[in-house]
């Protein structure tokens, strides 16, 4: 199946919604023996040199342009994981191509779409009544959740725990809170610290790192997992990593940072996990000793 791909990241958008697409690609792969492309915009910050596949590079992000698109590549399946997207923008792309049509969705916005896919574990497909057509089929929950295949495969593998804390706090780290969380830490620490080059603030936190011989910065790691595997506890946002950590079934603390991550806060929250609305070094603090770390 010809399937394209709408996705974008940047210092400001974050990496999560192509790490996310790079999963369900590899499904598609699999399962469909797909032939994948995408289609992005080449904003500042992007993580596109980590895309395996065709993309094509978007000047705009406008309805006609990927119209011309999909009828130049002959698609048939759309996916669509952007914000910046909404049901209007959808309605526009069905009606002059009738390509099917897939649309990401954790914050219950209206779409026009064939499938929708809400992958988070506390995903609720109630919550979609009168936001899609009656025909579009709702893929929401952890039968959905995309898990990375070397977490899969990590975690058949056993490991000595040689770092007290994992931190990623989103591949942009678009609040900048990392260095907060870091300066808050006891020298006694050993800290494996993860991010991207799609960080704003990396050249800082690069700095910082050199100072404190316990903190290990790792920039584009391709050992994510074995990184958190080696980790006794795990300090992260309440987005697509924390699918990752409670499949690993480490330990964690989730830090909200951004208002689509409402829900999954709220769900940790509920089932009695450690999570924290927004850093405060105090909170912080009390959190750890909660997890026998302080």
Do not use: W
């Not at 499938?115 to 959905?144: F, P």
């Not at 969380?181 to 991207?196: A, G, R």
């Amino acid at each position: 199946m010809k399937t394209l791909i709408r996705s974008d990241s940047s210092s400001t958008i974050g990496v999560g919604h192509i790490m996310r697409d790079l999963v369900l690609a590899k499904q598609l792969e699999d399962q469909e023996d797909g032939d994948i492309s995408f289609a992005c915009q080449a904003l500042e910050g992007n993580i596109l040199a980590t895309i395996p596949y065709t993309i094509t590079i978007l000047r705009t992000n406008e309805p006609s342009e990927l119209i011309a698109l999909i009828k130049s590549l002959h698609v048939e399946l759309l996916i669509i994981d952007h914000y910046g997207i909404d049901a209007t923008f959808e309605k526009k792309v069905k009606e002059a191509t009738g390509v099917k049509i897939l649309s990401f969705d954790d914050t219950y916005e209206p779409h026009h779409c064939d499938i929708l896919l809400n992958h988070n574990v506390c995903a609720d497909e109630k919550r979609y009544t009168g936001l899609v057509q009656k025909e579009c089929k709702l893929r929401c929950g952890s039968a959905y959740t995309l898990i990375r295949d070397e977490f899969r495969e990590e975690k058949n593998i056993a490991r000595e725990k040689i770092y007290d804390l994992f931190v990623a706090m989103g591949g942009a780290d678009i609040t900048n809170i990392t260095l907060p969380i870091l300066k808050t830490l006891p020298k006694s620490y050993h800290v494996s610290v993860l991010t991207t080059s799609a960080n704003a603030h990396l050249v800082e936190l690069e700095t910082f790192v050199k100072e404190n011989a316990n903190i290990s910065l790792h920039v584009n790691s391709k050992e994510v997992a074995k990184l958190l595997h080696q980790s006794k506890l795990a300090i992260v946002t309440p987005s697509v990593m924390v699918h990752e950590v409670l499949f690993m079934e480490v330990p964690f603390i989730a830090i909200k940072t951004a208002p689509n991550q409402d829900d999954m806060y709220s769900y940790l929250k509920k089932n009695k996990k450690i999570v924290l609305e927004k850093f405060e070094p105090i909170l912080f603090k009390e959190s750890l000793k909660l997890c026998s770390l302080l």
